[in-house]
């Protein structure tokens, strides 16, 4: 049983973490804080935590963290860097889920969003909470950099070409769509019913923030830079996103052998038969990543689909995923819960 | 440990009852039947369930049902009446999900079914499955009529004031707004995402086979006939049952008191504070109802919101509700999951 | 061909009667006024009208307004208040599509609103725009209150039984469910997709704004108070009203052909035969009212069903229906779009 | 005024044409046919045409077809083979909405629609009616094959850079979403609200066959064999195709300029500004294509967003433009519908 605190936790990602781990068997929910609802029962402002969780939000000043061994950052970018090497120094350990530690070149994160960063000594300790990847960093870190949505599908999808050296990777292209959710709890027209639903859309495409991420990480697996064209979407629904993926084969293997072998001792990721088309839907709620890798005609194309629940694999559950390794819990713990459809 | 079959599994119902069963502590899945998917892996059409349950549809008349202690009915109406009484004579335990034994009145089931009867007996040995009204009953019964997902949320709402005799019962009116997936998963044109979505209408307004129900449950504790004008609407949404409940005072009392005292033992009756607005999505796969008491600027009109999830509380939830306490177990045993939000 | 301007303008409202007027024959648009968006022009805003309107917004300051002969308000409300009187002194008449002046009691009208009328006289001269009742009066008016969505579908649901005196009127019900665009173009938590979306709950029950605007205008028409519970919810669809109206009869009569008679010259209210289940889409992107007549089970209850486009029949649709009325145009010029189904 | 015969029409193509043509200054609907729904009012069926349109579907061996000048297939596939000689020499001109004439090569188009071709003869001699490639000899036509909705969406952004020779079509790559309406109006699992609603996914792959259709007019455009791979998506949304089209540049040119001067004098194809993101909404209902034109990181790889309304554009809409050009009107005649938004 360990003491887990939360630093924001009115969004989306927050109120998916709290339902989580509001059923964790090992953990034990200390705080939560939110500067602007202090007070508030959080059952109050999320109805499904009615009669399951009986914390309030507190203010961030008032709040015990540092009695915590774990506290996760449900916060915007930037509010945890400068709050994580007091946490540290007093022993706790901490998961970002946002992208304050994401990414190791600080020019590039500065240009990326827009701020100073105000600890890169401790984006150098972060370690990238991508399990699949990084399970033995992850199992002695101090600090985990949490993966952003687009990028967890889409580094699922490419990694055993990459790894393997079997595709061409200077051109990948990366067709991702993703439900409302991924925009966050905000009040934002462009989030709006009215105008995100019976409607279809590009959004960031001469550069988004997470392209870089997703370039760091199959860079370092390809041990050289990849090029990646990628392109978001927004689609009419609430949780999931959509990976297609583009490459151009450079070798012959036989690819479906290639993601299962890779894949077989993973937890949360889900191998299809060739030549399947997973649904967002069925993973729903689920912290798991299904995949299917398709060659159309026989061509030197292939096409991978991969998809996620952007709040669960690509937020808040790959975080408790994360906990888990460190903590030495059973990696499943907490997360076993099956996907809801329809 | 109970052995435990399915017959049906292919509608919504049935995928919702797996999800469910797969997760419980004490239930043995022996086997699931279905006539046209005999042989298919449950997984393979419901993706959602892919490493989660190994089973494979079997033909009805090769199902070793009658080597289980429970045997649910997940089919269309007409089927249970006919295959229950040789289960109950070998021992086996039934809940019919389905409609068959939900109206003592034969002639009227009749009328409302559009087909003869085929086990009047065993009508009136069942027991009609609202835990909150018959829970004693529930816990001896050999066989389960579980009641339709209209119906559960009405009585629910209604019950506390039609018990305690505060309003007139002759002019009860339920103004009821169901997700689509209450029309089950069959090829219909009203249910296509294009005829269903962006729209909403009121359909069986002049007869619908759940108000002889609802007029049923309610007459038994009004201990008399009551009035009921229902009218259902289709809404473009999933999951999500809501009841607008209007009735007329008859003796004044403290409402909101009355409804949290009647519910306070209750596991899945929540009351919110008076004057709430619950949404549907607070209960969003959970096997939860939630109850808000309204009196409009004062007046002599009471409204009650009563939600549910249609598949959950109103169907497979319930039924698990039923058979938890038909076996002595925990009755939230495997019935604990928060619901979904968003 | 008139001159026309348009206060406000970027909300659903807006941009709906900027699509009609585009249209429209006899209409030339001068100018449309925005505080915040002044310079931008309308159809960089909305893409729909690339290459169909050519106006930027301009700040009201400098607008040429009382040039016009007809200026729109859709503004929040408490604009129109205070900027009237000096446009009807310079010759221009005024159409409101906010609720400035729909409602006769101004201590009402305040309540309701939470701020003081700026204009109490002017509420005694405006007309309240339901063409079905006050045509005559619309013709001659040089300020129109264009009513509450709402309220046009309950008013034009009820209207014909309350003229007749066949209902008893001190517990009339009105269940309202709406899309979300009836929220308008704000950007507020409660409208944002994933909170409007796959959800349905009530709102306002224990009092809403349109509730005194229904009651007077009902009142006027039974020629004594009415008595009505109102109750609005949001339904996860864009556009649209559906209507669900209850009222126990007082006097029998043909209700049927009572509707058909009362609305057999309205261009925008069509009579669905007697038991039919109109649907929102039917009426979508169009100025109409469909309504049916239900009596279930032949009881005492009469069951009305009255759909809308809560954009067009419930505020713009309508305006513009004002508009050619007070001008002498057609009564359909510009408004004989077909319904976009699906 | 010429006269009008639909042969089908219960789809959603149909009732779109139904749309479009009861409003259309020059046409006179003499009669459309159902073998089903022989005698019902088709306004009966489609409640958005009451009052707008009172023809009744008739046999197909009793429609009067021959006395048409014009009859739309809005057929499945294989009908329009086999009825179209006769009315041809009849000297009825024909435009087929569904695949019939669209593939020149016999053998592929009987590969992909998996029947034996009826009439190859008149293969030879349709036009493929893409306005913007061939307006003069659809002038001339007897028989239109009107385009697939993907075909168009695809086909009209990748255009002015295959023409120009600007980009390598050996390896053009089109990922594109469609709303569900797309499926067409039949009872199909796939398209239940309940499995096409909050979820994405992909499907056909392995192979598509409006790949062929794409190819066969790209290449034709290339002056060689083009190389494409197509994923189509299936979006919840109801309308609406958006196509996300990647291809690498083979020489420099000033893109945007490209698009502009292409398309400058196309009634129904809109250039946005360089790197805009067209919303499928932005053309719903509408005939119209919105393309923008991107050049992520100004890198060696062009993005082309390309959006229709998959009923409109992609189809019925498309079909009537066709009209206009063989019968001389004015191209815009009966389609200068404004976009309904939101």
Redesign the interface.
Known sequence: MIKVGIVGGTG?TG?ELL?LL??HPQVELRCITSRGEAGVAVADM???????LSLSFVDPRSAPLDECDLVFFATPNGIAMSQTQALLDAGVRVIDLAADFRIKDIAEWEKWYGMKHAAPALVAEAVYGLPEVNREKIRQARLIANPGCYPTSVQLGFLPLVEAGLIETD?L?A?V?S???GAG?K???S?????????????G???HRHQPEIRQGLSLVAGKPV?L???P?L??????I?A?L?A?IAREADFQAVYESRYQSEPFV?V?PF?S??????????NLC?IAV?R??G?D?L?I?S?IDNLVKGAAGQAVQNMNIMFGFEECAGL???????
Do not use: W
């Not at 999320?46 to 399951?52: E, G, M, N, Q, Y």
């Not at 088309?277 to 689920?286: E, G, I, L």
């Open positions: 989306y109120v339902r509001a059923q999320f109805h499904s935590l009615r009669k399951r051109h292209i067709d769509k439900g409302v959710s709890r009040a934002e027209l989030s709006l019913f009215c105008e995100a639903g019976d409607n279809f859309k590009a959004y495409v001469p550069g090029g064209t990628f392109v979407h689609t009419p629904m609430i949780r999931g959509h297609t583009y151009r889900d299809l030549a088309h997973p649904d967002t839907r069925s993973v729903r709620s689920a299904r398709h159309p005609h061509g194309t096409v689909l998809v076993t819960q099956i996907p809801v459809l329809p």
